[in-house]
C-alpha cells in the first residue's frame, strides 16, 4: 500500500519533504524548496484554509433548518411527520455516506474529492432554493447531505498529512471554529431569515458561499499526497445502509417522537434491530476483507489504544453534548416561553465561545498535551450538565446563558485533545480510515443522545411535568458524562506515526 511517508537518514520518517504539495500540472515541488519541519509552506496553508471555510458552510447548513419546519409545513402544506424528514433523511444520509469516505479519500485525489463534496452540496443548495415543491426539496437536502458527509474527513485527513505533529493541536484547534460556530450560528440564522423573508432564502443566502468556496478550490487547491488504486467492496457499501441508517433512523425517531410513555414505536424498534445486525454484518465483512484486501473502512485503527480511548471519549461527551443541544431549546421555548429567534440568541454565546477557544486550546495541547486539558473540560462537563439538572421554571435566563458557556467550553478541552490524540499515532494509510470511523461515530452518538435524553423527558414529563423531564433528563446526561471523566485520566500524548509502528 503506497503512502506519501519516507525515511531520512536516521530511519524516522519524515512527514514534511514526504507529502508535498502536487501542483495542478501535476509536478512536486522541490525537495530544495521543501519548508523546515515544524512550518508549514504556502500551499499547505491555502489548501486547509479552503477546505476550513467550506466546512464551516457545509456544516452551517445541518442547523440551519431545524428552526423552519414548523414554516415549512404551512407553505409546502404537509403534517409534521412528513416535513421532519427534511432532517431525517439528511442525517441518514450522512451516516450512510461517511463511512464510504475512507475509500473514498484514498481513491481519489484531494481536488477530485473537494470538487465531489462541494459540488453536490452547491448543487443540491442551488435545487432547494429552487423547489417547486416538498419532494423536490427533499431530494436537495439529501444531496446537499452527500457533500456535507464527505467535508470534514477530508478536512482531517489532509491535516494530518500535510500539519507537522508539533503543530498539529493549534491546527486542529482551528477546525473547531467549523465544527462548533457554524452549528450555533445556524438557529440564529435561519430565525432572523424566517423573520424577515421566504424560507428559500436560508438557502439563497448559503449558496454564493458555497459557490465562492468551490471557486476557489477549483483555482487553488492542490493535491496532497498520493491516491491509491483499492477496490470498492460493494457488499460492504450496501451493509452501510442498513448497519448506520438502521441505527440512526431508529434512534432519531425515538426521540424525534419524543418517547412518550407508551415507549418507542414498533418502527424505531425494528429499525434498531437490523442496524445492529447490520452493524454486526459490516464488522464481520471489514475483518474478512483486513486479512485478503482493502476494506471500505479500515477498523486496524482500533488497534491503537489512543485512538480507541479517544474515539469513546467523543463518543460518551457527544451523547451528553447532543442531548443538551436538544434539550435546551426545549426547556427555553416549552417553559420559558422563549421565540426561536431568541433561544438561538441564547445559546450563541456558548456556540462562539467553544470555537473561538478552539485555536488557543489547540496550541496549549501542543505543549502540555491532553490529559490536563481532557481532565478539566471533563469534570467541567459533569459539573454544568448537575446544574442544568437543577433548573426550575424560574431559573434566570442569564445564567442558563452562564451554563451553556461553560458547559461549550468544557467540551472545547475536550474535543481538540480527543481529535489531535486519537489520529496522531495512526500511519498515513489510515488517516482516512480514521477520520471516517471518528465521524461516523459522532452521528451514531448524537442520534443515540437524542433519543435517549428525549425519552426521559417525554417519559417523566408525562407523569410529572415538563420541569421534572427537564431535571430527569439532564441528570441522565450528568452520570452519563462521569464516563467522560474516567477516560480522560486514560488520555497520554502519543507519538505519532513517526513512533509508532503501523497496526497489523
Not at 520518517?13 to 507529502?19: D, G, S
Not at 482493502?294 to 457527544?318: E, G, H, I, K
Not at 490536563?372 to 437543577?390: C, E, K, N, R
Not at 434566570?396 to 472545547?412: Q, R
Amino acid at each position: 500500500m503506497s503512502t506519501n511517508v519516507t525515511s531520512n537518514s536516521s530511519g524516522e520518517p519524515a512527514r514534511e519533504p514526504a507529502a508535498p504539495v502536487v501542483t495542478p500540472a501535476g509536478a512536486p515541488a522541490s525537495p530544495a524548496a521543501a519548508p523546515p519541519s515544524d512550518k508549514m509552506s504556502r500551499e499547505s496553508v491555502t489548501v486547509i484554509v479552503t477546505l476550513l471555510v467550506a466546512t464551516f458552510v457545509v456544516i452551517l447548513n445541518e442547523t440551519i433548518m431545524n428552526v423552519a419546519l414548523q414554516r415549512l409545513m404551512v407553505d409546502l402544506r404537509v403534517d409534521a411527520p412528513t416535513v421532519q424528514w427534511l432532517s431525517t433523511g439528511f442525517m441518514l444520509t450522512m451516516a450512510v455516506v461517511i463511512p464510504t469516505t475512507g475509500f473514498i479519500l484514498q481513491r481519489l485525489s484531494t481536488r477530485s474529492v473537494f470538487l465531489l463534496a462541494m459540488g453536490l452540496f452547491a448543487g443540491g443548495t442551488a435545487l432547494a432554493a429552487a423547489a417547486p415543491g416538498y419532494e423536490i426539496l427533499l431530494l436537495a437536502r439529501i444531496i446537499q447531505a452527500g457533500g456535507t458527509a464527505i467535508m470534514l474527513p477530508l478536512l482531517m485527513t489532509t491535516i494530518l498529512t500535510l500539519v507537522p505533529l508539533a503543530r498539529r493541536g493549534a491546527v486542529m484547534g482551528n477546525v473547531s471554529i467549523a465544527i462548533s460556530v457554524a452549528p450555533a450560528m445556524g438557529p440564529t440564522v435561519s430565525g432572523f431569515i424566517l423573520q424577515h423573508f421566504s424560507w428559500r432564502f436560508m438557502f439563497i443566502f448559503v449558496l454564493p458561499i458555497a459557490l465562492a468556496a468551490l471557486a476557489i478550490g477549483a483555482r487553488f487547491l492542490t493535491n496532497v499526497g498520493e491516491t491509491e488504486k483499492s477496490r470498492l467492496d460493494f457488499l460492504s457499501v450496501v451493509l452501510t445502509v442498513p448497519a448506520f441508517g438502521g441505527l440512526v433512523y431508529g434512534l432519531s425517531q425515538i426521540g424525534g417522537g419524543h418517547g412518550g410513555s407508551s415507549g418507542p414505536s414498533m418502527l424505531a424498534v425494528v429499525a434498531l434491530v437490523v442496524g445492529v445486525a447490520g452493524l454486526a454484518a459490516f464488522t464481520f465483512r471489514q475483518l474478512r476483507l483486513q486479512r485478503s484486501e482493502a476494506p471500505l473502512l479500515d477498523l486496524r485503527a482500533f488497534n491503537f489504544r489512543m485512538f480507541t480511548v479517544s474515539v469513546l471519549l467523543m463518543v460518551v461527551s457527544m451523547v451528553a453534548l447532543f442531548g443538551a443541544v436538544i434539550l435546551l431549546p426545549l426547556y427555553l421555548q416549552e417553559i420559558r416561553g422563549l421565540q426561536s429567534l431568541e433561544t438561538g440568541l441564547a445559546l450563541l454565546p456558548g456556540g462562539l465561545a467553544m470555537g473561538l477557544l478552539g485555536p488557543v486550546i489547540g496550541r496549549l495541547f501542543d505543549k502540555v498535551g491532553p490529559l490536563p486539558l481532557t481532565v478539566t473540560g471533563s469534570s467541567l462537563m459533569v459539573l454544568t450538565l448537575w446544574q442544568f439538572a437543577m433548573l426550575d421554571a424560574g431559573t434566570p435566563v442569564w445564567w442558563i446563558v452562564t451554563l451553556h458557556v461553560g458547559l461549550s467550553f468544557g467540551l472545547a478541552l475536550l474535543f481538540t485533545p480527543a481529535f489531535t490524540t486519537g489520529l496522531n499515532p495512526l500511519p498515513p494509510h489510515l488517516y482516512s480510515h480514521g477520520s471516517a470511523i471518528m465521524s461516523t461515530l459522532q452521528q451514531v452518538a448524537g442520534a443515540a443522545g437524542t433519543a435517549l435524553l428525549v425519552s426521559i423527558f417525554a417519559f417523566v414529563s408525562a407523569g410529572s411535568g415538563l420541569v421534572a423531564g427537564m431535571n430527569a433528563a439532564f441528570l441522565t446526561a450528568t452520570v452519563i458524562a462521569v464516563a467522560a471523566v474516567v477516560l480522560s485520566t486514560m488520555m497520554r500524548k502519543t507519538a505519532g506515526a513517526e513512533g509508532t509502528p503501523a497496526a497489523h
